[in-house]
Every structure is written in C-alpha cells, then in structure tokens.
C-alpha cells in the first residue's frame, strides 16, 4: 500500500479500495428504521468507503455508527496491531483511522466523522446546531485525549486513569447534564452525531468505571435512547467485541 498525492488529496495506490478482499469484513450498515437518515444519495452516486483502522472501537467507532446509522456499505477494515510497523509509514500522517472515499483519504476521525455525519444529516440542523454539535464533540474528545491510551507500564497507567476518573470526569459530567438538561437530544430536537459520541465514548469510560455516570440518570437514558435506535442496536449486537 502506498500514499500518493493528487487533486483531490492523498489516495492509496493499491489494489481498487472498492475490493473487499482484505482481512477485515465487509460490513454494510443496516437501514435505520426509525430516525433515518435525512439525506440519501442516489444508489448510483454511492461512494466506495473503507474505513481503516487497529481491532478496536477506539476512534472509528464513531464512524462506524454513522455508517451502520445511514445504512452505507463500507468496508470495516481492521489491522493486527503486529502489522502495524509496517503499514504505518505508508499511511498518510502516520496514523489510524482513516477514511478512503472513492480512494481519497480523510484521516483524523473526527473530521472522517464529521463529514459522514453531514451526509447523514446528522451534523446538526443549522449551522448554529453543527457549531454546537461540535463543541459537544470536541469537549468529549478533549476529556478522552486525557488518557495515556498508549501507556505500557500497567501501575502508571491505572493511576492516570483512576485520577483522570475520579477527579477529572465528574466536572465533564456535571456540565455535560446541565447542557442536556431535559432535552432529549443534546443538540436541537433531533439525534446527531454529538449524542452517538457522547454514547461510543461512555461505553468506554463506564467500563473503566461503571458507577461513574450514577448521579447523572438523564445522561444514562441519552446513551439508552441512542442505543435503541434500531441500526445502532443491530450495530452494537454484531461488531467485534474488544476491550475498547
Ligand atoms: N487525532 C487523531 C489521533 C490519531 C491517533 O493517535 N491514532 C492512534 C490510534 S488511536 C495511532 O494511530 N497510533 C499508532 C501510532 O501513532 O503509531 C484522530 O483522532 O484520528
């Protein structure tokens, strides 16, 4: 695999990115039934997604909802942490995720999922919505980016993460009630893509620590309601399992 630049932005100048044959699966998302998309492209103008990125929900999960959310095939490209090294210096910036859109790479994921999110009408109703839909995102982002994810030594990293969870997470958590308040939805009055991080991103703090959004009922039936949408059910009851 290899990077080149043209146009349009970095493409990977390998075997057609619209091949399945990979060790990842090919995993079309399921239709929403209820909530669905906004905005459906002609099947014809499809584009060709693979998403690449370590066997983890880590920082693609959040992708993969909105694909398993919009009901688009893509491909759920997953490498083994061994083959790494060698992949790593043939991806543009060095690092995992990335999104190829008709061979075209998006890396960073949020900006991956910012973009799906918009195709999906889930960036938020207005531009005042998307702004902040977005500040919801990068407040839980820079709340996870605390974490020393990449840490090795084990009593070095259960002290971060005990610290960062007891005396960092209850302010987050106390201001990101007081901005739900008693909506339904955290952004405007429909489901976007802040409510599927905050819930991706909970899945990971709860299982760290699973008492840790108790006082906070209307949070824990945000990332309920999100669940029970019927292609993110279908999408947590099939993906991989892994630890994060
Ligand atoms: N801000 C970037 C962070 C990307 C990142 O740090 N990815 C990690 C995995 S979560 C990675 O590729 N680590 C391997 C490496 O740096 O070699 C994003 O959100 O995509």
């Given at each position: 695999m290899q990077a080149v630049m043209g146009g349009g932005g970095f493409r990977i100048n390998s075997p057609c990115p619209r091949s399945t044959a990979s060790s990842g699966s090919a995993l079309g998302g399921t239709p929403a039934q209820q909530e669905g998309p906004r905005t459906a492209a002609p099947r014809s103008s499809m584009p060709q997604y693979k998403l690449t990125y370590?066997?983890?929900?880590?920082?693609a999960e959040i992708s993969r909802y909105l694909f398993a959310y919009s009901g688009k095939k893509y491909e759920d490209h997953r490498i083994e942490a061994a083959d790494w090294p060698k992949i790593k210096p043939t991806i543009p910036f060095g690092k995992l995720p990335i999104l190829e859109v008709d061979g075209v790479i998006i890396h960073q994921s949020l900006a991956m999922a910012r973009y799906l999110a918009r195709e999906a009408g889930l960036a938020g109703q207005t531009p005042v919505e998307q702004a902040l839909a977005d500040a919801i995102v990068d407040t839980i982002d820079d709340f996870m980016t605390l974490f020393p994810w990449a840490e090795k030594n084990q009593d070095v990293r259960k002290k971060a993460f005990d610290d960062i969870l007891t005396n960092k997470a209850p302010e987050l958590l106390k201001d990101l009630d007081t901005f739900l308040g008693?909506?339904?939805?955290?952004?405007?009055?429909s489901v976007s893509w802040a409510d599927f991080y905050w819930d991706v991103c909970s899945t990971t703090l709860l299982s760290c620590k699973p008492d840790l959004a108790d006082k906070y009922p209307r949070l824990l039936a945000l990332r309920e309601r999100v669940q029970a949408l019927p292609a993110i059910a279908a999408w947590i009851q099939k993906r991989p399992k892994s630890v994060m």
């Open positions: 370590f066997n983890l929900r880590g920082r008693d909506k339904k939805w955290l952004v405007g009055n």
